[in-house]
């Protein structure tokens, strides 16, 4: 199935709220992502008719199997982009920036890629900075 960009940021955010605050309602989402709280209602109630969001007796949000699935991709997409532009020297605030317009058009065959290099560029990082830190003492 294939997720619009707005539908995996709704996800994506009820995702990073449940994390940070625990239980999570329409309203949470709509601060989170600065939209009114009508449409992030909508956007529930549509969520809930595909199975990707259920809502409990108190409001609360929850991601099915299937909406925690495309949330939680699309959050690693989100940190790894976000990490990697700030090692390549990247201001924290605009990586985070381009990480979010990126982490919805990358393919899964390039974000492999770029997730491999990543990984392997940052345990060189922590490699030279750990005999760095030998060296100093």
Do not use: W
């Not at 600065?34 to 449409?39: M, V």
């Not at 699935?69 to 990247?90: D, M, W």
């Not at 065959?109 to 392997?120: D, I, M, Q, Y």
Request: net charge negative; proline share 1%; glycine share 4%.
């Amino acid at each position: 199935m294939k997720i619009q960009e707005s539908a995996e940021n709704y996800l994506e955010a009820i995702l990073v709220l449940g994390e940070r605050q625990g239980n999570v309602r329409s309203i949470d989402v709509a601060n989170e992502l600065g939209f009114s709280k009508p449409s992030v209602s909508y956007a529930m109630k549509q969520f809930r008719e595909n199975g990707l969001v259920i809502m409990d007796d108190n409001s609360y949000l929850h991601l099915t199997d299937a909406g925690r699935a495309i949330a939680e991709r699309t959050y690693e997409r989100h940190e790894l982009l976000t990490r990697y532009f700030v090692a390549l020297g990247v201001s924290e605030h605009t990586a985070a920036e381009d990480a979010c317009r990126i982490e919805h058009v990358i393919s899964q065959e390039t974000f492999s890629k770029l997730k491999e290099h990543a990984e392997k560029m940052m345990a060189l990082q922590a490699k030279r900075e750990q005999e760095q830190a030998k060296e100093q003492q």
